[in-house]
């Protein structure tokens, strides 16, 4: 938005009247957009400055609130209070003869229109002492495998703003009271007429608060807060990853003059366990079984997060292979939780006795000479 919102009526630009409809503005635009296109006015700069306007007007009208605030523009002009926009004989100022107001005083005069109006010049940016949310905090958890699993409840250091211990966040000296404003009667904003409007602008003897402390908190100076150091019992949820950042609602600093208080954005660092590694929300272990295990099969104890479970290893089986045990994963958000994979590791003895070696020879002479496991490697 610029001050072509007070030069130019784009009612008349588009060829329409001020109570037309959306449809109506809509169909204008596009008539009068194919007559005055670049590309069928190829070198005419009339009809592509007149293509801008068309442009610029279709842009502000068919916006529902961009309407809306310039029809309040236009009144105002309309009015003759803003006559000899530009005028010579002042500092960009409005005049010919109509009420003179200075460029740099239309952010006071529209600064409390709301809808955006003050921020139509470039005049936005007027800090206000109304209701502010809190600040949102950051901090970093190291967190053991099994906690970041489960879920657990521990305790953080946070550093930042927080509740003035001296006042209790009152900002007033203890003992002091805070008095209701008695300009703004609490409302934190006053009415000021401008001619032929009447506008309200934040309260500047509570700077928008709407209240009025007499002996400010010596700690805090009248804020109600105070940078510090504080622990927080946080709660982190059951499947937390490594690195994700947890948000904690209203953990963060207090909100102004009755706003919400900010949140706590905490950065995740899970340990690695000696046993088990996170795939998804499955949870994977090696599990070793011996040569015999292997192969006459057996019902081996496997470790979980939950206690051991057996698990029946069929005869045969080969290094390798994985079996799923259902339940015993990460909790999901919804629903059940994942599973353990447990993956087989036949184990190969190192140390063998004499009479062991001979069984296995044996083994191998009356089994084995049949069999050739790399047949398939002959080319």
């Known amino acids: ?129 109304g209701p502010q949310r809190g600040a949102d905090l950051a901090t970093e958890l190291h967190l053991s495998f099994e906690d970041a699993i489960t879920g657990v409840t521990t305790s953080v250091a946070v550093q930042g703003e927080a509740s003035c ?58 804020r109600g807060t105070e940078m510090r150091s504080r622990t927080l019992n946080i709660k982190i949820p059951a499947g937390v990853r490594d690195g994700a950042t947890v948000r904690l609602k209203g953990k963060g600093s207090p909100g102004r003059n009755g706003a919400p208080s900010g949140d706590l954005l905490v950065k995740t660092h899970v340990a690695r366990h000696p046993i088990f590694k996170r795939k998804g929300d499955d949870i994977t272990v090696k599990l070793p079984v011996t040569f015999t295990e292997a192969t006459l099969g057996a019902q081996i104890e496997v470790p979980t997060l939950d206690g051991a479970v057996r698990l029946k290893v069929p005869a045969g089986t080969k290094s390798g292979r994985t079996f799923r045990v259902r339940g015993r994963g990460v909790q999901r958000p919804r629903g059940r939780k994942g599973d353990l994979l447990a993956t087989v590791e036949v184990v190969v003895p190192t140390k063998l006795s004499h009479d062991a070696k001979k069984a296995l020879q044996a083994f191998r002479d009356q089994f084995e000479s049949d069999e050739n496991p790399r047949a398939h490697l002959k080319v």
């Open 165 to 222: 211990r001296t006042c209790h966040g009152s900002g007033a000296e203890p003992g002091t009271s805070v008095e209701t404003c008695p300009v703004c009667g609490g409302s934190g904003m006053t009415a000021q007429s401008q001619g032929f409007f009447s506008m309200t602008q934040p309260c500047r003897n509570c700077a928008g608060s709407g209240r009025v402390i007499q002996q400010p908190c010596h700690t805090c100076g009248g």
């Open 1 to 129: 938005m610029n001050r072509d919102w007070v030069e130019k009526d784009f009612y008349k630009v588009l060829g329409v009247s001020k109570g037309a409809s959306a449809d109506e503005i809509k169909k204008a635009y596009r008539k009068l957009a194919q007559q005055y296109h670049p590309d069928a006015n190829a070198g005419d700069q009339t009809a592509e400055e007149k293509f801008k306007d068309i442009s610029e007007a279709n842009a502000t009208l068919s916006d529902q609130e961009q309407r809306q605030e310039y029809d309040q523009v236009r009144q105002m002009v309309d009015s003759g209070g803003f006559r000899g926009f530009g005028a010579p004989g002042g500092t960009g100022g409005f005049g010919g003869g109509g009420q003179r107001v200075r460029v740099e005083d239309l952010g006071d005069l529209l600064g409390g229109m709301g809808g955006g109006l003050g921020d139509l010049f470039g005049f936005g940016g007027r800090t206000q002492s």
